[in-house]
């Protein structure tokens, strides 16, 4: 049975860093393309960041990019989510996401295309 579990959240101050993770089972973790997306209050889930299985190919939203990291570690079967400088507008509950089906090994697959979510861990950024 698939499962996603992520920590790592927490309350922190604007200009602040937080790493979350996710640490995945049930799958053959190595051979699959990993997300991150979040939620605001009143908001749709969006998504954040991807990574490719090799961890060589990434793509971020725009307004993280230069500020938050993805990356994995397919020996702990785990992905990373390091934040830096976290704003206000940052606030939310994160999920980390696997997508339906395998990819090739330099592909982060659509947005829409994330099948499966942990319970999400929750991000407060105070001003």
């Known amino acids: 049975q698939l499962q996603l579990v992520e920590s790592g959240g927490g309350l922190v101050q604007t200009g602040d860093s937080l790493r979350l993770s996710c640490k995945a089972s049930?799958?053959?973790?190595?051979?699959?393309?990993m997300g991150w997306f979040r939620q605001a209050p009143g908001k749709e889930r969006e998504f954040v960041a991807g990574i490719a299985q090799n961890d060589r190919k990434t793509r971020y939203v725009d307004y993280v990019e230069g500020r938050f990291t993805i990356s994995r570690d397919n020996t702990k079967n785990t992905v990373y989510l390091q934040m830096n400088d976290l704003k206000p507008d940052d606030t939310a509950v994160y999920y980390c996401?696997?997508?339906?089906?395998?990819?090739?090994?330099?592909?982060?697959?659509?947005?829409?295309?994330?099948?499966?979510w942990g319970q999400g861990t929750q991000v407060t950024v105070s001003s």
């Open positions: 049930g799958f053959t973790f190595a051979r699959y393309a």
């Open positions: 996401a696997a997508p339906g089906m395998m990819y090739a090994s330099d592909v982060v697959p659509p947005s829409s295309l994330f099948r499966h």
